[in-house]
């Protein structure tokens, strides 16, 4: 889908009242290995009210679906190279035929590198610069507030988020760099080195702006009971999900 068409499914604002969320089909996709689907569950349908549903990689995905998410894990114990595996799954060509009809899809940590290793996104995640598995808080910075799950974020709003991840470092050649900033394909960014990402890239989106990943987990940050720091700015990742679907029905 050109990028026209898709900005154009954005233009007037639909914002859906609560009781009309569980209209809302988001898609969860499962793989071997998969250990924060329950928690994208969870945070989809207790905290926003939306109809989410588990979907095991080797089924279909349906067609009426509103968002797909890929969520954290080790899909395959991170066998080869992470998300390398699970990029060939049965599932990933429903999510590309998706992708290109514009349906918003989000991959998170595992999710993001799946997405990278499918094709669906730019750039490789290389072993953090430690050689360590990281598990603390950190800040982002948005960079792009243009996606399906950016656009209630203002440009430059900080997002403190956790990280969780041994192969978070994103990398892309020069040439590929400078043709994401150009065409504004880096969505967040790192405020501070992490784990060496180029140019501290922490999520970056596809040409047409309906395909986001990124490493930072923010299921696990938009609810007040486990983000005593500020939960609202992970919160509003979700809500932009639920604003730029009420844009298109």
């Not at 994208?40 to 797909?68: G, R, S």
């Not at 009971?225 to 730029?244: A, G, T, V, Y």
């Amino acid at each position: 889908m050109k990028i026209s068409k898709i900005k154009r499914c954005y233009q007037e604002i639909k914002f859906i009242p609560l009781n009309q969320r569980q209209n809302v089909k988001v898609g969860v996709i499962v793989f071997p290995g998969s250990n924060c689907d329950r928690d994208m569950y969870h945070v989809l349908t207790d905290v926003f009210k939306l109809k989410a549903e588990f979907f095991w990689h080797e089924k279909n995905l349906p067609k009426n679906i509103d968002a797909v998410v890929l969520p954290g894990g080790f899909s395959y114990g991170d066998r080869l190279r992470a998300g390398v595996i699970a990029a060939h799954s049965p599932i990933i060509s429903d999510v590309k035929k998706l992708s290109e009809k514009g349906i918003p899809i989000l991959g998170v940590c595992n999710g993001f590198q799946i997405l990278v290793e499918s094709g669906l996104l730019p750039g490789v995640l290389l072993k953090n610069e430690s050689l360590n598995f990281m598990c603390e808080w950190t800040n982002l910075i948005v960079n792009n507030n243009k996606t399906p799950f950016t656009r209630k974020l203002k440009i430059n709003q900080k997002i403190p988020i956790p990280i969780a991840n041994g192969e978070g470092r994103y990398f892309v050649d020069n040439k590929t760099l400078s043709q994401l900033k150009k065409n504004n394909q880096i969505v967040f960014s790192y405020e501070n080195k992490v784990n060496g990402s180029i140019s501290q890239i922490a999520g970056v989106c596809n040409s047409d702006e309906n395909v986001v990943g990124m490493m930072p987990h923010p299921e696990r940050a938009s609810e007040k009971e486990i983000n005593q720091i500020d939960h609202k700015p992970s919160s509003l990742i979700f809500e932009s999900l639920i604003e730029s679907v009420g844009m298109k029905n």
